[in-house]
């Protein structure tokens, strides 16, 4: 079955940098779309950034010029590269995926939006301290 392993989060400093990596096993369609959401304590699930498997991404506007989805299709792994960490980054983070064999962006954007994802991962804890 489809797993999504986040790794790689952790406490810093504002100003201070981290990666976050999610790995997925146990797919076979060539097309995916895959995304990072956040969620911090008392507040809704807010979408970070979406790619697909052409490479296509997008960035929420509050992480735009400091965050980078990335992905390394050989290694099935997603990334998060997070720069220029604010308290307010403070969240659970997590990977979602989900499979097709027709690659579309548009329909990657349409799932991403209703956050209609069908695998999520276990999420990992992101801390920035003032």
């Known amino acids: 079955q489809v797993q999504l392993v986040e790794s790689g989060g952790g406490s810093v400093q504002a100003g201070g940098s981290l990666r976050l990596s999610c790995a997925a096993s146990g797919y076979t369609d060539s097309g995916y779309c895959m995304a990072w959401f956040r969620q911090a304590p008392g507040k809704e699930r807010e979408a970070v950034g979406l790619?697909?498997?052409?490479?296509?991404?997008k960035h929420a506007d509050s992480v735009k010029g400091r965050f980078t989805i990335s992905q390394d299709n050989a290694k099935n792994t997603l990334y998060l590269q997070m720069n220029s960490l604010k308290p307010e980054d403070t969240a659970m983070y997590y990977c979602?995926?989900?499979?097709?064999?027709?690659?579309?962006?548009?329909?990657?954007?349409?799932?991403?939006?209703?956050?209609?994802?069908?695998?999520w991962g276990q999420g990992i804890q992101v801390t920035v301290s003032s």
């Open positions: 979602a995926a989900e499979f097709r064999v027709v690659r579309d962006f548009p329909y990657c954007l349409s799932v991403y939006i209703r956050q209609a994802f069908g695998y």
């Open positions: 790619i697909d498997s052409d490479g296509a991404v």
